[in-house]
């Protein structure tokens, strides 16, 4: 029997990443991240003074997820909305992460106490979006992104979903485009508190 589903983001939706991101570079190499509006092409300098090439930028997000990825804590109420939701809902997670890195993503939102099924995608979500709602054929779908560009990419292929922007950094959130004043999200959320909720009314209809 279908139930309504919620597909969720991780990074920065359920877990902390680029404040951990920040403090690796720091305490290992010496490397001062300060973010500037949305241009992480610009954020980053050696602590000489010497700026990072956008080519050798990239690379150390990789790094970062091959080996730090156990320094990620959960963002406030978020294990605990997930679980909540997850009672009359399917929970899963969509995450643009390479597929090898699946598994890692798997047992780390586990030992969060996330129990949920985890899709790696790249690039666009709007796609995979619309695979995973043909595949579990829901009665309603909400979908979490910290990223307005995905908002967007969703609207497009599955206008139909429930689309809520949520950033739980707060030391990022005020640098990102909002997609819900771009007109891609139904909504603007940074607080588990607050979207619980909300996403509970839209999908199923009441708020307990």
């Known amino acids: 029997m279908s139930r309504p589903l919620l597909v969720?983001?991780?990074?920065?939706?359920?877990?902390?990443?680029?404040?951990?991101?920040?403090?690796?570079?720091?305490?290992?190499?010496?490397?001062?991240?300060?973010?500037?509006?949305?241009?992480?092409?610009?954020?980053?300098?050696?602590?000489?003074?010497?700026?990072l090439e956008l080519e050798d930028i990239w690379p150390l997000f990789n790094q970062f997820f091959d080996n730090e990825m156990h320094r990620q804590t959960a963002i406030e109420g978020a294990v605990e909305a997930l679980n909540a939701l997850a009672q009359d809902a399917d929970v899963v997670i969509l995450t643009n992460l390479p597929d090898h890195r699946r598994e890692d993503r798997i047992r780390q939102l586990a030992d969060h106490g996330i129990h949920a099924r985890v899709f790696t995608n790249q690039g666009p979500k709007g796609p995979a979006l619309r695979a995973i709602i043909e595949e579990y054929s829901p009665t309603r779908t909400a979908?979490?992104?910290?990223?307005?560009?995905?908002?967007?990419?969703?609207?497009?292929?599955?206008?139909?979903?429930?689309?809520?922007?949520?950033?739980?950094?707060?030391?990022?959130?005020?640098?990102?485009?909002?997609?819900?004043?771009?007109?891609?999200?139904?909504?603007?959320?940074?607080?588990?508190?607050?979207?619980?909720?909300?996403?509970?009314?839209?999908?199923?209809?009441?708020t307990p």
């Open 8 to 51: 969720s983001d991780c990074d920065e939706v359920l877990l902390h990443m680029i404040a951990h991101f920040r403090q690796w570079l720091d305490e290992d190499l010496d490397i001062e991240f300060r973010l500037e509006g949305h241009d992480f092409a610009n954020s980053m300098r050696h602590k000489d003074g010497r700026k």
């Open 143 to 206: 979908f979490i992104d910290d990223l307005a560009q995905h908002h967007e990419s969703a609207a497009g292929e599955v206008p139909g979903v429930v689309r809520l922007h949520m950033v739980g950094e707060p030391t990022v959130a005020p640098h990102m485009p909002c997609a819900h004043v771009q007109g891609h999200a139904h909504a603007r959320i940074d607080r588990w508190e607050e979207a619980l909720p909300w996403l509970r009314e839209k999908l199923h209809g009441t």
